[in-house]
């Protein structure tokens, strides 16, 4: 729908490619994810330094967006994600996220878009499925966009594969993601730009955006993980512990920018 289209533009500029800042992390890994940089834990904070560098987009939980959703200025994407699982659960419980929280309340706290996880390939995959639809139905109903964390993971994933990285079980998982209705998709990095750019052809046109991952200890590295990425067709980039984990998120973020909107070689995107 026309609603769709227009909310899924807030994210991306018009070279098609985002920039988008991730924080469920107190959620999803624990708040011991903010150690490295402890001020980061209060979301009013970070928000406003992310906000202020000029990122395209947002991403977190509804608590967050309700406690700390006025530092996300109108010309900043909002995505809301719905689904999540804590670090607490025992190992082979966490191989399915839980729903908590519903489309409705994400659009009254303002979202453009709708987040959900699904890991596909997981025992529990039956269940993220049906949560994935149920999310996706009633957010389309509505004119809003769901982009869908499309994480392949499980034993039988390690079993066959050997890890849940290998392209084809990451192309999988965006194909899995594009045929169950995602607008979005968010992936990891595959090793190559030869391989991510078959990720990118597996999805047929939605936009498959990096999961940043854990922070590199060389700012310069993740630039160039990014660049990989926008050079194998990929449409940006959404990453939490690489920005607030750094001492100095807001010269980093415009890195960042340059190299996704501006093709700029990471090197010089780095000393400029
Ligand atoms: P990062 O850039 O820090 O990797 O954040 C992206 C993200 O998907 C978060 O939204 C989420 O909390 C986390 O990574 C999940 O990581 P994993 O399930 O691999 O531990």
Do not use: C
């Not at 499309?150 to 290998?166: F, L, S, T």
């Not at 998709?185 to 990118?200: C, D, L, P, Q």
């Not at 807001?250 to 070689?265: C, G, M, Q, T, Y």
Request: charged share 25%; aromatic share 10%.
């Amino acid at each position: 729908s026309i609603g769709i289209r227009r909310r899924l533009k807030r994210f991306f500029r018009r070279d098609g490619r985002a920039l988008i800042f991730a924080m469920d992390h107190g959620f999803e890994h624990g708040p011991t994810d903010f150690e490295e940089h402890w001020e980061h834990v209060n979301p009013r904070i970070i928000l406003r330094k992310v906000v202020r560098a000029g990122i395209d987009g947002v991403m977190m939980l509804p608590g967050l967006a309700r406690m700390a959703g006025d530092e996300v200025k109108p010309n900043v994407g909002m995505m809301i994600k719905l689904t999540s699982k804590t670090n607490l659960r025992p190992k082979g419980d966490q191989l399915l996220q839980s729903q908590l929280g519903f489309v409705e309340d994400a659009v009254k706290l303002g979202a453009d878009a709708i987040a959900a996880t699904v890991y596909w390939g997981s025992p529990q995959e039956d269940a993220m499925m049906r949560q994935f639809a149920e999310i996706a139905s009633y957010a389309h109903d509505l004119g809003f966009p769901v982009v869908q964390f499309a994480y392949p993971r499980g034993p039988y994933i390690n079993e066959k594969y050997g890890r849940k990285e290998d392209y084809r079980v990451v192309m999988y998982g965006a194909r899995a993601a594009v045929e169950s209705g995602a607008d979005m998709i968010k992936t990891y990095w595959t090793g190559s730009r030869e391989t991510f750019a078959k990720v990118v052809d597996a999805a047929a046109g939605i936009p498959v955006l990096l999961s940043g991952g854990a922070k590199t200890d060389n700012p310069v590295d993740f630039l160039k993980l990014v660049w990989d990425v926008i050079e194998a067709g990929g449409a940006g980039a959404v990453v939490g512990r690489n920005i607030f984990q750094r001492e100095d998120p807001e010269p980093f973020i415009k890195a960042l920018l340059r190299v996704v909107h501006r093709n700029e070689d990471p090197e010089e995107a780095a000393k400029a």
